[in-house]
């Protein structure tokens, strides 16, 4: 597949996706990233790159979440801080095994995420697209 015909195929993907497959999408991103940073540690190759888009996407987590919609809300936003701010930890210092923690949580906010909208997608086949 051409750059050009993927990034149209990508694009579109994302304007058509419902909130909670864009959740999903933005969980799956983070964790490749983190998963490539800590493959380029490893390799004692930069992952300064991997790790910044991981933050950023972080970041956007936080941001979509609505305080006042559900009662977890405030938890959930602590614990995208904390990640966020590991990820800051271990590109400033360049720590493996902060990578390695950040990768482990990042995997479990992943896998609910994805839970969650498949429990969305049993109770309105719609609302997944």
Do not use: K
């Amino acid at each position: 597949m051409s750059p050009n015909v993927r990034g149209a195929y990508l694009s579109s993907s994302v304007v058509t996706a419902s909130p909670s497959t864009l959740l999903v999408m933005l969980c799956d991103r983070l964790v490749l990233d983190i998963q490539r940073a800590v493959q380029a540690r490893r390799a004692d190759a930069p992952a300064h790159e991997h790790l910044l888009h991981a933050q950023d996407i972080v970041m956007e987590l936080q941001a979509s979440l609505r305080p006042d919609g559900w009662s977890g809300a405030a938890a959930l936003a602590s614990l995208y801080s904390f990640l966020h701010s590991s990820l800051v930890r271990a590109n400033v210092g360049r720590d493996l095994n902060v990578m390695e923690d950040c990768l482990h949580l990042a995997t479990q906010i992943q896998e609910t995420w994805r839970d969650a909208a498949m429990v969305v997608a049993e109770s309105s086949p719609s609302a997944i697209a």
